[in-house]
C-alpha cells in the first residue's frame, strides 16, 4: 500500500534512491542539497541499501566518480545543486557524450556572486546544452517520482543518455509536504534491473570509451547522433511517465497543461512557481478570466511542436524565467517558446516575466500581475514592453 | 556493430556506435604509426644477449619476442623515440636516419 | 476550519520554531489533512530572529512562497515584539499567540497593537518547569491549540510521543507532554 507521509524535498528524494538501491553513488554535500546525501548516507551505514558510496573530495570529481562507475556497468546516481553543478560542468558533457544513463538531482539554487544560496534556475540553464536530459519538478511528490522515472528514461536503449531532476531549493529540497510513497517493491519492479550496453570490467569483451578524435573526423557526426538521441528520448519520457501513472495513479507527461484548453492568457513556468501560478489561476478562473498554466516538465529535449500546438488558442503568453540570459533577448525559456511558436500560422504576442532571482518570494499577487499585464496586451495586440521584471525594485 | 577502422572516415551519423565506444579490443595493432619516424632503430643481432631490456623499455610495444629471443623491430608501429638504443647495454641497437 | 490556515512563527534560532511548524504539520497529516512547513532559511545563528511557515488545509495546497498573510502569528520570544513588526500582514481577525508572562491586554498597550486577538502564555516558565529547559515551542504549540482550535490537543500529544519516542528519553518525552497540556490549559485571551 503507498504511504501518505510528512517529508521534506529532499527527504522524499532520499526515500527514492533508497528504493531504487543503485549500485554506486558518488557525491559532495552542497546546500540546499546536502540532506539529500546525508540522509541516503545513513542508508548505506545501515545497510538498507547495497551501494558503494563514494566520498569525494569535489563536485568535478563526484561526476567523475559517476562516469567512471557507469562505464563500468553500475547503477549509478548523484546529487549536486549550484556551485557544485558548475564545478561538474566539463564532466557533464563526458557524462552525455558517452551516453552514461547517470540520473542526478540537481536541487535549483542560484549561482554566486555575491553570495546567495537560495533558489533559482541558473544552476540548470548553465548545463541545459550538456546533453542532460533535464525534467523540473514542481513539489515534493513530484521530484520523488521523477527520480523514479528517470532511471527508466536514463536506462532505456532508445535514450542512454543522464537525467537531471531539477526543483526548487529550499522552497521545495527543505518544506515538509505530504506525498505518497510507493512501496519498495512497486519501485523495484518498476525500475528494473540495469542491464549496462557495456562494462569496463567485462574483459570477455574489451572496449575502448570515448577514444581521441585526433586525425578520423568522426566528431561532428557522432555529437549529432547524441542529439538525436536526445530528441528521441521525448516519447520515451511520454511512455514513462504514462507507465508511471499506471502503478501510483499518478501521470505525468512532457509538460502539464492547467485550464489551458478555453484560456485567452497563458503562463509557462517551471518548478514551485507553477504551483502558485495554478492557485491563482483558479482565483481569477473565479472572476471569470480565461486563465491557464503551461508547466513544462521536460526542458531538456524541449517538446517544442506540442508546446506550440498547446498554446495555438490563447491570446497572449507570458513565459516565466527564473534565471538570466545577459545580453540576450530574453531569458531561456522565454527564447524557447517565442521559438516554438514561430511556426505556428497565428502569431501569438509572447512576453518575458523574469522573477525569483536569488530566492526573491513569488506571491500570488506578483503571478496577478503577469495575468493583468497579459489581459492588456490581448485586448490590444500590442506588447508594450517584451522582457519584464518581477518584484524586482526599480 | 563490427569495428573496422578503416572505414571509420566514411562513418554516417547513424554508423556510430552508442557512447562513443570501440566495442572491440586489442585494436591499436590496426593503427600504424610507423610513418611518425625520423629516425629508424637498427637491431645489430650478433651483439644481442637477448636481455629484453629493450622490451621491457619500448613504449609503444615495438620489440617483437618469441620465446624468450628478440626477432626483430616491429617498424609498423615504431615510432623511432630511440629508448631501446639507449636502455641497450650492449649497444646492439644503432639509430639511424629514416629513409624516406 | 477554513479552506486554507496559514501560520507564521517568529523565534530566535534555538527555539524550536522549525521543529514546532514541523509538528503542526506532521499531526495534520495523522488528521488527513493538507499541509505545508517551511522555514525561511538565511543566514542562521543561535539567537537570530527567525521565521518559519505552515500551511494546512483540507484541500490540496500548490502554493509555493512566503506566508504573506497569515491567519495566525506565534511569537516564540517577547523580546522580538519590539525587534519585528510581528502583525506584518496578519489578518485583523487573526490570532496572535505570544510567549510572555504579560497579559493580552498589557501587551496590546505597550506595543501599541490595534486589531487581532491577542493571546498570551509564559512558554518559559512552564518549559523550564516542565522540561527542565527554557525550549518555548511545545508550550506555545499548546497554547496555539487552545487559541485556534486549529487541531486536536491529544493527536498532537499522540504525535509527540510517536516521533519523540525515537530521539529522546522518556522523561523529555513527559516533559513536552506537560508543558503542551498546562500551556493548554493556562493561555489568557482578552
Redesign the interface.
Known amino acids: 500500500m503507498p504511504k501518505t507521509v510528512a517529508l521534506t524535498g529532499n527527504s522524499a528524494c532520499a526515500q527514492a534512491m533508497r528504493q531504487i538501491n543503485p549500485d554506486v553513488v558518488a557525491a559532495y554535500p552542497i546546500t540546499p542539497q546536502t540532506t539529500i546525501v546525508e540522509e541516503f548516507s545513513t542508508f548505506v551505514a545501515k545497510g538498507l541499501v547495497d551501494t558503494e558510496y563514494v566520498t569525494v573530495e569535489s563536485e568535478h570529481s563526484a561526476m567523475s566518480a559517476c562516469v567512471g562507475a557507469s562505464a563500468a556497468g553500475s547503477r549509478v546516481m548523484t546529487t549536486t545543486s549550484s556551485q557544485g553543478l558548475a564545478l561538474m560542468w566539463e564532466v557533464l558533457y563526458i557524462a552525455s557524450a558517452l551516453r552514461l544513463p547517470i540520473v542526478m538531482h540537481n536541487v535549483n539554487r542560484t549561482l554566486s556572486g555575491p553570495i546567495n544560496i537560495h533558489c533559482d534556475h541558473q544552476d540548470s540553464m548553465g548545463a541545459r546544452d550538456s546533453g542532460w536530459i533535464q525534467i523540473f519538478c514542481e513539489d515534493a511528490q513530484e521530484a520523488y517520482d521523477t527520480t523514479i522515472q528517470a532511471i527508466r528514461i536514463a536506462e532505456d536503449n532508445r535514450v542512454r543518455l543522464p537525467v537531471m531532476i531539477c526543483f526548487d531549493g529550499f522552497i521545495i529540497s527543505h518544506a515538509i509536504d505530504r506525498l505518497d510513497l510507493l512501496d519498495d517493491e512497486v519501485v523495484k519492479k518498476f525500475v528494473g534491473d540495469f542491464e549496462p550496453l557495456i562494462s569496463l570490467l567485462d574483459t570477455e569483451k574489451p572496449v575502448t570509451v570515448g577514444p581521441f578524435d585526433g586525425l578520423y573526423g568522426y566528431f561532428f557526426e557522432f555529437r549529432r547522433a547524441q542529439e538525436l538521441a536526445t530528441l528521441g528520448s521525448l516519447p520515451v519520457i511520454a511512455e514513462v511517465g504514462k507507465e508511471f501513472g499506471e502503478v501510483s495513479g499518478r501521470h505525468y507527461g512532457l509538460f502539464e497543461p492547467y485550464k489551458l484548453e478555453d484560456a485567452e492568457l497563458a503562463v509557462v513556468v517551471m518548478g514551485s512557481t507553477a504551483g502558485t501560478a495554478k492557485f491563482v489561476v483558479d482565483q481569477l478562473r473565479e472572476n471569470g478570466v480565461a486563465a491557464g498554466v503551461l508547466k513544462i516538465r521536460s526542458y531538456r529535449p524541449f517538446p517544442a511542436r506540442e508546446i506550440a500546438e498547446a498554446l495555438s488558442g490563447v491570446k497572449a503568453i507570458a513565459a516565466m524565467d527564473r534565471s538570466l540570459a545577459p545580453g540576450a533577448i530574453g531569458a531561456p525559456v522565454f527564447q524557447e517558446i517565442r521559438s516554438a511558436l514561430y511556426d505556428n500560422s497565428a502569431r501569438v504576442p509572447v512576453i518575458d516575466y523574469i522573477y525569483g532571482l536569488g530566492g526573491r518570494d513569488v506571491p500570488p499577487a506578483h503571478i496577478e500581475k503577469v495575468f493583468s499585464h497579459l489581459a492588456q496586451i490581448a485586448k490590444s495586440g500590442k506588447i508594450d514592453q517584451v522582457v519584464n521584471y518581477l518584484g524586482l525594485k526599480e | 556493430m563490427s569495428w573496422d577502422i578503416k572505414s571509420?572516415?566514411k562513418?554516417?551519423?547513424?554508423?556510430?556506435p552508442?557512447?562513443?565506444?570501440?566495442?572491440?579490443?586489442?585494436?591499436a595493432l590496426e593503427y600504424k604509426t610507423g610513418g611518425w619516424r625520423s629516425e629508424q632503430p637498427h637491431w645489430l643481432e650478433d651483439r644481442c644477449t637477448h636481455c629484453m631490456i629493450c622490451w621491457i623499455f619500448c613504449p609503444d610495444s615495438s620489440i617483437q619476442v618469441k620465446d624468450g629471443k628478440m626477432l626483430g623491430i616491429d617498424y609498423d608501429h615504431c615510432k623511432g623515440c630511440g629508448i631501446c638504443a639507449t636502455e641497450c647495454p650492449k649497444d646492439a641497437i644503432h639509430m639511424e636516419e629514416e629513409e624516406k | 476550519m477554513e479552506r486554507l490556515t496559514e501560520i507564521r512563527w517568529h523565534g530566535r534560532g534555538g527555539q524550536g520554531a522549525v521543529t514546532a511548524a514541523k509538528l503542526v504539520a506532521e499531526t495534520a497529516l495523522k488528521q488527513d489533512k493538507y499541509f505545508q512547513a517551511s522555514p525561511e532559511y538565511g543566514p542562521e545563528r543561535m539567537g537570530a530572529p527567525i521565521q518559519a511557515f505552515t500551511r494546512i488545509s483540507s484541500q490540496p495546497i500548490s502554493i509555493h512562497c512566503a506566508v504573506t498573510n497569515p491567519n495566525i502569528v506565534v511569537v516564540l520570544d517577547k523580546t522580538l515584539l519590539s525587534v519585528v513588526n510581528v502583525t506584518e500582514g496578519l489578518d485583523p481577525d487573526g490570532a496572535l499567540v505570544i510567549n510572555t508572562d504579560m497579559t493580552p491586554a498589557e501587551v496590546r498597550s505597550s506595543f501599541s497593537i490595534e486589531g487581532h486577538r491577542i493571546f498570551t502564555v509564559d512558554a518559559n516558565k512552564i518549559a523550564v518547569e516542565s522540561i527542565g529547559k527554557a525550549i518555548p515551542n511545545t508550550p506555545m504549540l499548546g497554547a496555539l491549540l487552545k487559541a485556534t482550535g486549529i487541531m486536536d490537543i491529544d493527536k498532537v500529544a499522540e504525535h509527540i510521543r510517536d516521533s519523540f519516542g525515537k530521539k529522546f528519553s522518556r522523561e523529555i518525552i513527559d516533559g513536552n507532554v506537560a508543558a503542551l497540556t498546562r500551556a493548554y490549559r493556562e493561555v489568557r485571551s482578552e
Open positions: 571509420i572516415k562513418w554516417k551519423v547513424a554508423d556510430h552508442v557512447g562513443s565506444t570501440i566495442p572491440v579490443g586489442g585494436n
